[in-house]
């Protein structure tokens, strides 16, 4: 039960990073905004970190019908 709330919170914690990586990403990009790459670093160091929690508490998927 413990590894399906990791699971949930990685998710969750995934798309949540992944999603503010995605709304800094334009500001590398114009001349005239402030844009932190120490930041979206964090961000994206993040996301891969809440990916790869994801993939290592990802449930079991056993079928009862023996394939």
């Known amino acids: 039960m413990k590894e399906t709330w990791l699971f949930v919170v990685s998710l ?3 798309a949540v990073s ?3 990586v995605i709304l ?3 500001s590398l990009f114009h ?3 402030q844009s932190s ?3 979206l670093g964090i961000l994206a160091c993040l996301t891969v970190a ?3 929690g994801v ?3 990802r449930p079991s998927t056993s079928r009862s019908n023996g394939r």
């Open 12 to 14: 969750v914690g995934m």
């Open 18 to 20: 992944a999603a503010a």
């Open 24 to 26: 800094q990403l334009p």
């Open 31 to 33: 001349a005239g905004e």
């Open 37 to 39: 790459f120490w930041g």
């Open 50 to 52: 809440f990916a790869a």
């Open 55 to 57: 993939l290592y508490w």
